[in-house]
T-cell receptor
């Protein structure tokens, strides 16, 4: 059974810092990996999707990497801003397009 | 606005009530999903529909009954729920399995916050 773990569970940083969120998964037979953002009381917003054949994806200040063989992904956020405060979720796609989610990292960026 | 709308946003119900959650997507997608998000637990997939056919039931108790009348609408019928069923229920949609799994981004609604008393 696929298990997804995110470390750390919570993170507080001052504005302007570069930071890395970590995601690990136990079964490397994935189709893709997605990073989502969830604001309090709201649904999920897809940030980046990395196909299993790719190593990284970039969108603005966000960069996600994937090392399928070691079962790891990182989300790099450059020059963090208070508006980046949210919970970040990692999910891997397995057969039938089923997503298995990690527990999330709750990020607080202080002004 | 993601193009996926869920109603109601909040619902309080007793254990003997029957209620339904509704999800509607305006993205032209062919796959729809129900997820459950409980406090301190990861998001859990409940049901998957591809082209109106249920393709996944992730061992969900029968007190949860999904219905997908067309590719744009998805319902979750609730009856005889337990307090531990209180959670945020999220609906999502994507292009669908036939479109190629590798690029299948899921778009989520804002969720229904359910409280069972």
């Amino acid at each position: 059974k696929q298990e997804v773990t995110q470390i750390p569970a919570a993170l507080s940083v001052p504005e302007g810092e570069n930071l890395v969120l970590n995601c690990s998964f136990t079964d490397s037979a994935i189709y893709n990996l997605q990073w989502f953002r969830q604001d309090p009381g709201k649904g999920l917003t897809s940030l980046l999707l990395i196909q299993s054949s790719q190593r990284e994806q970039t969108s603005g200040r966000l960069n996600a990497s994937l090392d399928k063989s070691s079962g790891r992904s990182t989300l790099y956020i450059a020059a963090s801003q208070p508006g980046d405060s949210a919970t970040y979720l990692c999910a891997v796609s397995i057969a039938g397009n089923m997503l298995t989610f990690g527990g999330g990292t709750r990020l607080m960026v202080k002004p | 606005e993601t193009g996926v709308t869920q109603t109601p946003r909040h619902l309080v119900m007793g254990m003997t009530n029957k209620k339904s959650l509704k999800c509607e997507q305006h993205l032209g997608h062919n796959a729809m999903y129900w997820y459950k998000q409980s406090a301190k637990k990861p998001l859990e997939l409940m049901f998957v529909y591809n082209f109106k056919e249920q393709t996944e039931n992730n061992s969900v108790p029968s007190r949860f009954s999904p219905e997908c009348p067309n590719s744009s609408h998805l319902f979750l019928h609730l009856h005889t729920l337990q307090p531990e069923d209180s959670a945020l229920y999220l609906c999502a949609s994507s292009q669908g399995q036939r479109s190629g799994l590798a690029k299948n981004i899921q778009y989520f609604g804002a969720g229904t916050r359910l409280s069972v008393l």
